[in-house]
């Protein structure tokens, strides 16, 4: 008897995206190539080219989304209303406790990606520049200036890359809990209970 082939169907840009973005985090840009993409989704490398004019066109698509994931929530996170400098610190937090909203795994592999290609690099560097400009104008908001505000955000920033860069792993509500402390060394000054309940609230 004869066994029938698999049924191939063609799929959707975002499933080529998804499976490349698979491929990246787990392995890196060299990994990321148009056959074994199409071997894991036992489609055909023709059917690549319905959606991507060529390979860098893909790696561009992975690039995008981690703009919009990583760099976009940052700026998004900063720009929330909040109703004192702890509570807008709180709202940043949320998205380096909830993989859901910052994606530290895609931080990383771009950031590994950029050491051997300059114009990415170049990217990073404008990201990293608009992420802390975001941070600074937090502060800024809510009476924090010049060096002030420009050294605490870059604490904040520093900090958060510091966990992922360095594999750090915990609990969820045990990084919540840190939250409260790290909020209370970016300000100075300690959130009310009332800050860190709804903060906490949010992560159990």
Not at 180 to 196: D, L, M, N, R, W
Request: hydrophobic share 45%.
């Amino acid at each position: 008897m004869n066994e029938v082939p698999p049924i191939r169907t063609r799929a959707s840009r975002e499933i080529w995206l998804s499976a490349a973005y698979d491929l990246f985090v787990t392995e890196g840009i060299d990994a990321v190539k148009i056959m074994p993409l199409a071997k894991k989704l036992n489609l055909t490398r023709t059917g690549f080219y319905w959606h991507f004019k060529d390979l860098s066109e893909l790696h561009d698509g992975i690039i995008d989304i981690w703009q919009t994931r990583n760099t976009g929530i940052i700026l998004d996170r900063c720009a929330m209303p909040a109703p004192s400098l702890c509570a807008a610190l709180f709202n940043l937090i949320d998205c380096w406790i909830d993989n859901d909203l910052f994606d530290a795994p895609l931080d990383l592999a771009i950031r590994n990606w950029a050491r051997n290609d300059t114009r990415l690099q170049d990217i990073v560097d404008q990201s990293d520049k608009d992420r802390l400009s975001a941070v600074t104008a937090l502060f800024e908001r809510f009476g924090r200036a010049g060096d002030v505000a420009h050294f605490r955000a870059l604490t904040v920033i520093l900090t958060q890359t510091g966990y992922y860069s360095m594999h750090v792993s915990e609990p969820r509500l045990r990084r919540a809990l840190a939250g409260c402390q790290y909020v209370e060394i970016f300000v100075g000054e300690t959130p009310s209970q009332a800050e860190k309940d709804a903060f906490l609230s949010r992560h159990c």
